[in-house]
């Protein structure tokens, strides 16, 4: 049964990517594209990788379709421009020649599902045995993502980081009215039913965002998740109520500390752990039994993800938003 | 044929890779290239979360006496790598949206045109 | 904090980042970025000391063993390339304070020193480290960083130039992360240590080969060696001049290394022998050193002139590696450590006139040489490093190089060799005729020479080229044993 449905996924995966390539509406691209990713989440879902599957949901089929969109709404036509049929050998001769190795790669791969090969027996089962008894978490992601390779996870925080700072110095510049004082955006809906359901929907976002922010440990999710999920609230907020609206909520300048802020906080654990005795990000030493300093360090560091995560998002948000207006 | 279906997420996310791959390198359209980065991107994801799947596993999170899980380390991984690949496609958008706003067009051969006939 | 040191050198600059750009405006984004680079530069000095004089360091990042944890694994090698980054890094940020208000935005200043940061500690991330997929996390760092600060450039063509390298980078990136997953399906373990004691038992295996295969792919790509460098010469040339010099001087370096890292210690003794890898790194240097030489002659922009000859000297570094020998990966590193030097003294040079005179095409340069003679003196002597006349830090990489060619019997790669130098002798002369021969297109128009900030790192890089052209035991000393570390098998 699991495999029908696996195979029947990949099938209808191959034929979105073939939709992709195919088709010169940009506007039905994005679609398939977000078709495409939310198709691999489900499959990643039926693949046990819980966590995965929840980001790659909130981030191929929300954050970078919205983010696409975004960038499409600023061009009026929406047709790309056929391409040059002398054009396709060389990258056709390219592609096929990459994929043939890899097939070729594939002949000796592991089958799937063997719980013989190597990354089954080798360091993973490390985790799966010892993370109980070692972090005190019971979501093994959680324990791998947040302690044994939480300098990963800090070098991921500063990739999404460094993914806000070139933004802002993208499309940071030149923007002339950036709160419209009382004047009603004509472009916001004022559909009444719209802004109560948003009003009650809202607090109910953002309500489960600590959820999954503070339950991660426990089942999946986490402060990237969470802080996806947070600025979704305030992303529908602005959508219903304007732009303007939303930044007086958040200003510019408490949005860059924050994203300075998450950072700062899981860089700072692992210097307060240098401080205690312990070698960088090694939370044993923050309290005095090993389980409650792990829990300590992965609860900070994970709100550290949170936060820079949910303020970057909404800083990209607000300077593509910024750009269409102006 | 034992192979096919004992390797079939593995030579579907190569052929997905490529469609993607073919994108990036064959269109000319500044947003299409990036939904093929992405595609392409997504697909590599798929490959190394079948590497984690264990017969008869369950999602990794501890249960008691639950024995078999599903490998962790992939999942932790492509976590970061998402991550990573929205972080690019935030960057790559944000370029297009200023070369539109500088050349008034996101289709390559337009802009190399501007730029030899300076 | 002794035993921190090589998780200080990545981790300061990290957190020094966000402060950055939070800082109000005015001139202390700029201080504190200094004083991280010149604080870098102390650390990786004393890492470099420390591992000469006592053996190899582990740094067990969250106190996890490996290979369950990731480690920090720093010898001789990742030693003098994070010594080259953070050398550079505090030689460039000086020059960076003028330049950057010259060309950059007010407003952007915060925020553009906060990105050099970030570039400076992917880079530096990138070379401490011994876990494969935590390189592809700071090799992301540092290629979003320069991404965006290679747009921040002042003319138009900077964003396409920068679109064009995200492109080709990330698909770089992808192919080495697709390289890293079937290496782990067979091995399963990223501990590079791990994979070189678990990779001798799976090298028959195709997988083990296409994943190889892959990695070196994607590394050639960041690395810009040819027919893969597309992205290079507009990428240097569109960037503001600062941002140029940094990633001239470190960026290519750290991509080699990575390349001689996987190549020599992460997989066994002789795969490059035994495959085809060896003869491949060999035609791809030959033809970039006269491709990039040939069409570093056309240009009449000088940063582009300046890349394009970047090319050709990435294709001597790949014809040493090639070699698999002892004396070929230690040309090739001393080749890496000079390149830094002249190509950074030249872009700072070519950086200097830009800020005097607001462009850089040969007809600019008319005249410039007696108006501007101490930039002009840093171009000649560097300019002379980059042909390799002895005397020059030059002439001691292409000795090495030819001596390892000659090692192998290789007599086309010995012509190769002096063809190179030959056409150098070209490029480097036309920038000369124009600065010093041509007359100037408006003799009134005074130009001042540079300002002193920018001038004095420059002759600190121009210096360095005389001194390592004499002094040979520190290079070639450090690079040899170096070349050991990695494991290249003696001959």
Known sequence: MDLLIDISLLTFLAVTAIGIIRITNLFAVIMLFAIFSFLSATLFMTMDAVDVALTEAAVGAGISTVLMLA??????DHNEKQPDKNRHWLPLAVVLTTGAVLVYGTLDLPDFGDPASAPQTHVAPHYIEKAIEETGVPNIVTAVLASYRG??????VVVIFTAGIAVLLLLGGRREDPLDDGAKDKRVPQNLVLRIVSKIVIPVIMLFALYVQFHGDYGPGGGFQAGVIMSAAIILYSLVFGLGAAER????????FLTSLGVLIFAGVGIASLFLGGNYLNYSVLASSQVAGQHIGILLVELGVGITVFAVMLTIFFAFAGRERS | MDFVVSHYNYLIAIFLMMTGFYTVISRGNLVKKIVGLNIFQVSVFLIYISLSTVKDGVAPIYVE????YSNPLPHVLILTAIVVGVATTALGLALVVRIKEAYGTIEEDEIHSQDNSL | MWDHLSLLLVVTPLIAAPLAAILPFGRVPWALAFLVALACAVMAGMQLWTILTGGPIQYELGGWAPPWGIVYRIDEVNALVAMIVSGIAAVALPYALLSAE??????????FYSAVLLCLAGLLGITQTGDIFNLFVFLEISSLSSYALISLGNRRQALTAAYQYLIMGTLGATFFLIGVGLIYSQTGTLNMADLAARLPEATGLKTVHTGFAFIMIGFAL????FPLHLWLPNAYTYAPSVVTVFLAATATKVALYVILR??????PDGFVTNTPAGDLFLMAGILAVLSGSFRAIYQSNVKKLLAHSSVAQIGYMAIGLSFASVAGVTASIIHMFNHALMKGALFMAVGAIVYRVGACRMEHLHGLGRQMPWTFGAIIVAGFSLIGVPGTAGFVSKWYLVLAALEQQQWIVVAVILFGSLLAVIYVGKIIEALYFKQATNPELAVEEAPFLLLAPTWILVFANIYFGFDTDLTVGVAERAAQALGVAAK
């Open chain 3, 102 to 111: 010259n060309e950059i935005e007010k407003h952007q200043i915060p925020l």
């Open chain 3, 262 to 267: 996987v190549l020599f210690t992460v997989f």
């Open chain 1, 249 to 256: 909520i958040i200003p510019k300048s408490v949005l860059m």
């Open chain 2, 65 to 68: 006496g639950v024995k078999v």
């Open chain 3, 222 to 225: 960041k690395l810009a060696l």
């Open chain 1, 71 to 76: 960038t499409l709404a600023l061009n009026k």
């Open chain 1, 151 to 156: 300098f990963d996870t800090l070098g991921e």
